[in-house]
């Protein structure tokens, strides 16, 4: 079975992400499951300095925390929830390419050997 560390509903409060990404370089988890309503409220979403929110507060941070743990990043495995809406789906796929995390919507993939759905 995968250590995995699992949180949802961070609606975009910076204290929370800090929180999660302080508990992920502590616990060295083997998978991040990032389990929807992630982005703050559509109206709360500006940008930060030409970058979307996406872009700023949550693939910034996990680079940089990529960057640190090295080979033990975790694999960060992300859906949206109903909250999100569906205007960030392209810049998710974007960072999905990039190798960043895998968006699990309609998806089965394996990490460390567990299946998720």
Known sequence: MARCLHATDLHGHPGRYAALFS?????????????????????????DGGRSWVDAHLAAP??????????????????LGN????????????FQAEGLWT???????EAAATPFY
């Open 103 to 109: 968006h699990l919507h309609g998806r089965r993939v």
């Open 83 to 94: 909250d999100d809406g569906k205007q960030p789906l392209a810049e998710i796929e974007r």
């Open 23 to 47: 508990a992920v370089e502590r616990e060295r988890p083997e998978v991040l499951l990032l389990g929807g309503d992630l982005l703050p409220h559509v109206a709360a979403r500006s940008a």
């Open 62 to 79: 996990l680079l940089r925390l990529r960057r640190r743990l090295g080979p033990a990043f975790p694999r960060v495995l992300l859906i």
